[in-house]
């Protein structure tokens, strides 16, 4: 059993910054790629930021520039730090890790709960 708990969502202004981490606990042998996607109502998730057991990172290009994804392997969690945000950035983020469990050595894809960031005009 994996566990995901996402926090740092919250309210914040336009310019404004905010950090979101997920953690991962439970089973795990190893993790894999860790990524960061979101969904605004009425649209697709998309993913927003990746970045593999390497670290190496990939973004969508609304992104570029303006977020930052990282990992401490040694806590197993990923952060999204989140810079000069937009109003179009208003979504759920949800954290998705790549794991290799201890019960079972494939990788499996596991979800986090979500966390609501909104940015005001």
């Known amino acids: 059993q994996v566990q995901l708990v996402e926090s740092g969502g919250g309210l914040v202004q336009t310019g404004g910054s905010l950090r979101l981490s997920c953690a991962a606990s439970?089973?795990?042998?190893?993790?894999?790629?860790m990524g960061w996607y979101r969904q605004a109502p009425g649209k697709e998730r998309e993913l927003v930021a990746e970045?593999?057991?390497?670290?190496?990172?990939n973004y969508a290009d609304s992104v570029k520039g303006r977020f930052t994804i990282s990992r401490d392997n040694a806590k197993n969690t990923v952060y999204l730090e989140m810079n000069s945000l937009k109003p179009e950035d208003t979504a759920v983020y949800y954290c998705?890790?790549?794991?290799?469990?201890?019960?079972?050595?494939?990788?499996?894809?596991?979800w986090g709960k979500g966390t609501l960031v909104t940015v005001s005009s």
């Open positions: 998705n890790v790549e794991v290799i469990t201890t019960t079972w050595r494939f990788a499996m894809y596991y």
């Open positions: 439970g089973s795990i042998f190893s993790i894999n790629d």
């Open positions: 970045i593999t057991s390497g670290g190496n990172t």
